[in-house]
């Protein structure tokens, strides 16, 4: 009991407190100062770091040493009569009174002032004048040898992400335009089923270390050249003109945005030909792989993001590109994607190092702000990820792919009003492009929409009737809204993939009473090599086997990846509640999450 009695009156309690209060409120002004000053997240880290190795030789000082009118001393050099320790006990006190009042005064400000900055911001859907919308076709490749097309492609899509960023321009997405490689229609037909005033169209031709690029905007009501331009220049300039037809373009569409401002906008990540070059190669195997469903080129486009990222180590989008591949792998809902020799412990380690390389190389802090989302999402601090996703929509508000990462935050977080914002957004972006109606229409019945999800798909299919994922897509949602017969005829015009589907065959047996045949297909998927856990999961919930069908995601509940049983909650018709790790999550997130819902079209019982 001396030694405590001997802590007090030596102040060591009153120092820690002082030195803890005083530690957060640092805490709180960095955690303010960084996203200001764009500086990486790890100054936050590094000052954490700093101060719990501080609290030690702090509390040894407070113990061992004395402040005197003479000066700091030893304890034991001072007379106990003459100990100024009371005196200084007093003005620790008046200390920790003036750092709780600025900690209450913050709090104060905080709540009345920046209630609204730190409140997850209202994002509007900003529908752009129809003017200022442009598709960007697939560049031909003119080559001898025909040996470029990845470069065609790559540049193709980087000039379409560059323009994506200019807020009041609408560009149709990948998933949009390159449905029209190689196709055999003009320009003015090709806008009027995107749905847009302009269309981008060009070619490259290279000759050992000269290359040519030609490239023509083209107003699709009148055929009008409003821009165009030949770069005949060495390969090592690539980069120049790939920002330069982005400028270009962006000031002919008359954009709101200043020259300066623009230029800055459309800037590439990377000023080495060989990084750049590696990464739109990468580019254009994602695409390829997504067009054909070839796992191969999916791998082999990771292989050039981490050859981009290796040669450019301050290339963000190289490292966001790779991040976004281990995602994927961590995600059981989505199809497997060829990494099954390593662990999900070395997975979420892949994906972390890469996304926090994105995030400490970004070039401005919107930018910053994407990538932080999707670490959190991973991570499953729901909040800070929608915050995060809209902040970043503010100033990207035609990244249809982050609102699409955005409904899906909102989803495991049961948060519906930041879910409508996204699927207005997705629903005003599909009357011109295909990933935004696909996910709109994926989305929609999970909110009560699904008749409305239904009709838009089958719209939507009028202008892209061999689109293997709205087909998909628009059935589901038809038998959501119990239109077994549109269901029927909808398989009927399917496409072979898409109509042997599994899930499809399922889905369509159970709503016409065929409990039977669902029963074989499952067993047919169960001998599969390539066994799909979410195929069968939605199977054994149509035959009303939600035991086995919980059962079989007990995998999941290890703990080690949470995000990957978390990943089950976009569906509506999913229980969380015989998972612990999963039902803490969520209390900790304070999601208020609905009762799962029944399936309408459920196989009638046996």
């Given at each position: 009991?001396?030694?405590?009695?001997?802590?007090?009156?030596?102040?060591?309690?009153?120092?820690?407190?002082?030195?803890?209060?005083?530690?957060?409120?640092?805490?709180?002004?960095?955690?303010?100062?960084?996203?200001?000053?764009?500086?990486?997240?790890?100054?936050?880290?590094?000052?954490?770091?700093?101060?719990?190795?501080?609290?030690?030789?702090?509390?040894?000082?407070?113990?061992?040493?004395?402040?005197?009118?003479?000066?700091?001393?030893?304890?034991?050099?001072?007379?106990?009569?003459?100990?100024?320790?009371?005196?200084?006990?007093?003005?620790?006190?008046?200390?920790?009174?003036?750092?709780?009042?600025?900690?209450?005064?913050?709090?104060?400000?905080?709540?009345?002032?920046i209630a609204g900055v730190s409140e997850p911001p209202q994002v509007t859907v900003i529908v752009a004048?129809?003017?200022?919308?442009?598709?960007?076709?697939?560049?031909?490749?003119?080559?001898?040898?025909?040996?470029?097309?990845?470069?065609?492609?790559?540049?193709?899509?980087?000039?379409?992400?560059?323009?994506?960023?200019?807020?009041?321009?609408?560009?149709?997405?990948?998933?949009?335009?390159?449905?029209?490689?190689?196709?055999?229609?003009?320009?003015?037909?090709?806008?009027?089923?995107?749905?847009?005033?302009?269309?981008?169209?060009?070619?490259?031709?290279?000759?050992?270390?000269?290359?040519?690029?030609?490239?023509?905007?083209?107003?699709?009501?009148?055929?009008?050249?409003?821009?165009?331009?030949?770069?005949?220049?060495?390969?090592?300039?690539?980069?120049?003109?790939?920002?330069?037809?982005?400028?270009?373009?962006?000031?002919?569409?008359?954009?709101?945005?200043?020259?300066?401002?623009?230029?800055?906008?459309?800037?590439?990540?990377?000023?080495?030909?060989?990084?750049?070059?590696?990464?739109?190669?990468?580019?254009?195997?994602?695409?390829?792989?997504?067009?054909?469903?070839?796992?191969?080129?999916?791998?082999?486009?990771?292989?050039?993001?981490?050859?981009?990222?290796?040669?450019?180590?301050?290339?963000?989008?190289?490292?966001?590109?790779?991040?976004?591949?281990?995602?994927?792998?961590?995600?059981?809902?989505?199809?497997?994607?060829?990494?099954?020799?390593?662990?999900?412990?070395?997975?979420?380690?892949?994906?972390?190092?890469?996304?926090?390389?994105?995030?400490?190389?970004?070039?401005?802090?919107?930018?910053?702000?994407?990538?932080?989302?999707?670490?959190?999402?991973?991570?499953?601090?729901?909040?800070?990820?929608?915050?995060?996703?809209?902040?970043?929509?503010?100033?990207?508000?035609?990244?249809?792919?982050?609102?699409?990462?955005?409904?899906?935050?909102?989803?495991?977080?049961?948060?519906?009003?930041?879910?409508?914002?996204?699927?207005?957004?997705?629903?005003?972006?599909?009357?011109?492009?295909?990933?935004?109606?696909?996910?709109?229409?994926?989305?929609?019945?999970?909110?009560?929409?699904?008749?409305?999800?239904?009709?838009?798909?089958?719209?939507?299919?009028?202008?892209?009737?061999?689109?293997?994922?709205?087909?998909?897509?628009?059935?589901?949602?038809?038998?959501?809204?119990?239109?077994?017969?549109?269901?029927?005829?909808?398989?009927?015009?399917?496409?072979?993939?898409?109509?042997?589907?599994?899930?499809?065959?399922?889905?369509?047996?159970?709503?016409?009473?065929?409990?039977?045949?669902?029963?074989?297909?499952?067993?047919?998927?169960?001998?599969?090599?390539?066994?799909?856990?979410?195929?069968?999961?939605?199977?054994?919930?149509?035959?009303?086997?939600?035991?086995?069908?919980?059962?079989?995601?007990?995998?999941?509940?290890?703990?080690?990846?949470?995000?990957?049983?978390?990943?089950?909650?976009?569906?509506?018709?999913?229980?969380?509640?015989?998972?612990?790790?999963?039902?803490?999550?969520?209390?900790?997130?304070?999601?208020?999450?609905?009762?799962?819902?029944?399936?309408?079209?459920?196989?009638?019982?046996?």
């Open positions: 009991m001396r030694f405590f009695a001997e802590l007090k009156r030596r102040n060591v309690y009153r120092v820690a407190i002082a030195y803890l209060v005083a530690a957060w409120l640092l805490l709180q002004f960095t955690n303010m100062l960084v996203p200001i000053l764009s500086l990486p997240e790890w100054v936050t880290r590094l000052i954490l770091l700093f101060l719990v190795i501080g609290l030690v030789p702090t509390l040894i000082a407070a113990w061992a040493l004395e402040l005197t009118p003479e000066g700091i001393k030893l304890e034991k050099d001072v007379d106990r009569s003459k100990s100024e320790t009371a005196r200084t006990g007093r003005k620790l006190n008046y200390f920790m009174i003036g750092m709780l009042a600025l900690v209450i005064v913050g709090l104060l400000v905080e709540r009345v002032f004048e129809p003017d200022k919308s442009i598709a960007v076709l697939p560049f031909a490749d003119l080559s001898q040898d025909r040996n470029q097309e990845w470069f065609a492609d790559g540049l193709a899509e980087e000039i379409m992400n560059a323009l994506a960023r200019t807020p009041d321009l609408m560009v149709s997405s990948r998933t949009s335009t390159f449905t029209y490689k190689g196709a055999d229609k003009d320009v003015s037909t090709i806008a009027k089923e995107l749905g847009v005033a302009h269309v981008l169209e060009g070619s490259i031709r290279s000759t050992g270390k000269r290359i040519r690029v030609t490239a023509q905007l083209i107003r699709a009501a009148d055929g009008f050249h409003v821009w165009s331009q030949t770069y005949d220049r060495d390969d090592e300039d690539v980069i120049g003109i790939q920002e330069d037809i982005a400028l270009r373009i962006a000031s002919a569409l008359q954009t709101t945005m200043d020259p300066e401002a623009l230029q800055d906008m459309v800037r590439v990540g990377t000023r080495s030909v060989r990084a750049y070059q590696a990464y739109i190669r990468g580019l254009s195997l994602r695409a390829r792989s997504l067009r054909t469903a070839d796992l191969k080129n999916y791998l082999d486009s990771y292989e050039q993001f981490e050859l981009a990222r290796s040669i450019d180590p301050r290339f963000a989008e190289a490292h966001r590109a790779a991040a976004a591949f281990w995602k994927v792998q961590l995600n059981p809902t989505r199809l497997p994607a060829g990494t099954p020799d390593l662990t999900l412990q070395e997975f979420l380690n892949n994906f972390l190092e890469r996304i926090d390389l994105a995030i400490d190389t970004a070039k401005d802090t919107i930018d910053r702000s994407g990538s932080r989302a999707e670490k959190a999402t991973v991570q499953l601090r729901l909040r800070t990820a929608i915050r995060r996703f809209q902040v970043y929509l503010e100033a990207r508000p035609n990244d249809y792919r982050a609102w699409h990462e955005l409904l899906i935050v909102a989803q495991l977080a049961a948060d519906r009003e930041s879910a409508n914002a996204a699927l207005a957004a997705l629903k005003t972006a599909g009357n011109f492009d295909r990933f935004a109606t696909t996910t709109y229409v994926s989305s929609a019945y999970r909110f009560g929409e699904a008749a409305v999800a239904a009709d838009y798909g089958l719209d939507a299919l009028e202008r892209w009737p061999n689109d293997a994922g709205l087909s998909y897509q628009t059935h589901r949602s038809l038998l959501w809204a119990m239109r077994i017969g549109d269901a029927a005829s909808l398989v009927g015009r399917m496409n072979e993939t898409n109509a042997g589907n599994p899930v499809v065959r399922a889905r369509q047996a159970c709503a016409e009473g065929r409990r039977d045949d669902v029963l074989q297909i499952l067993e047919q998927l169960r001998s599969d090599d390539g066994r799909s856990v979410a195929g069968e999961w939605m199977i054994l919930m149509l035959l009303g086997e939600s035991q086995e069908a919980t059962e079989l995601l007990r995998v999941h509940e290890s703990g080690e990846v949470p995000y990957q049983l978390a990943s089950w909650l976009i569906y509506h018709n999913f229980d969380p509640s015989p998972f612990p790790s999963l039902v803490q999550m969520l209390d900790r997130e304070n999601v208020q999450r609905p009762p799962a819902v029944e399936i309408p079209f459920a196989c009638p019982p046996d």
